[in-house]
């Protein structure tokens, strides 16, 4: 089955402590996003990538970094500079055409203690 | 960014009852798409439809049908005889041509037995 993995489902944190989250998927996507939602909001950009070892900042980028050395991977790193980081991250793909449509991941949800 | 609107934040409704959700989006452009996701409560974001802006047809899917009329920038989403699974978040958002989503604040849908 094609699809978008993210792992950990939950994950804690202390603070001043970086944190990876996985994203990895087997749609040959060219191009993948990663979003925050926080409790009852919408979803937000934090970075995007449209093809591998390439990457842009989306709205919120700051604390934030990823990496995109493999086509089905990009991982988020949470550093201790993202001032507010329990949310609810969500990955998402594309195919890579500009009228695609984006799928999503099940989500990673982040708890800094 | 050109926004997208989901004025009702909370809808409740009594199974069986028909609801629309109400979407409204800004636009400059002549080529755009529009979408419309739903997240249940495990979180993952599940896409339902997506329309183009050449194709004002509506859409019937089942229980589910969607109004797009691009006089008032608007599309809609009906839920006929809804369920309790219908409960969730809805998410409309608009992508521009090889530009990135726009999401909508999101609707939240509380289908009571």
């Known amino acids: 089955d094609g699809g978008i993995t993210q792992s950990p489902k939950y994950l804690f944190r202390k603070e001043g402590q970086n944190v990876t989250l996985s994203c990895e998927q087997n749609l040959n996507h060219d191009a993948m996003y990663w979003y925050r939602q926080d409790p009852g909001q919408g979803l937000r950009l934090i970075y995007y990538?449209?093809?591998?070892?390439?990457?842009q900042k989306g709205d919120i980028a700051e604390g934030y970094s990823v990496s995109r050395e493999k086509k089905e991977s990009f991982p988020l790193t949470v550093t201790s500079a993202q001032k507010n980081p329990t949310a609810f991250y969500l990955c998402?793909?594309?195919?890579?055409?500009?009228?695609?449509?984006?799928?999503f991941g099940p989500g990673t949800r982040l708890t800094v203690l | 960014a050109q926004k997208v609107t989901q004025a009702q934040t909370e809808i409740s409704v009594v199974e069986k009852e028909d609801v629309t959700l109400d979407c409204v989006y800004e636009?400059?452009?002549?080529?755009?798409?529009l979408f419309w996701y739903k997240q249940p409560p495990s979180g993952e974001l599940v896409f339902l439809i997506r329309r183009n802006s050449f194709d004002e047809q509506n859409e019937i899917s089942g229980r589910y049908s969607w109004n797009f009329q691009k006089s008032t920038s608007s599309f809609n989403f009906t839920i006929t005889a809804s369920q309790v699974v219908d409960s969730a978040v809805y998410f409309c958002a608009k992508r521009n041509y090889g530009q990135n989503f726009v999401f909508g604040p999101g609707t939240r849908l509380s289908v009571l037995p």
């Open positions: 636009t400059r452009d002549t080529t755009y798409y």
């Open positions: 990538s449209q093809i591998v070892n390439d990457f």
């Open positions: 998402a793909s594309t195919r890579g055409g500009g009228t695609d449509t984006q799928y």
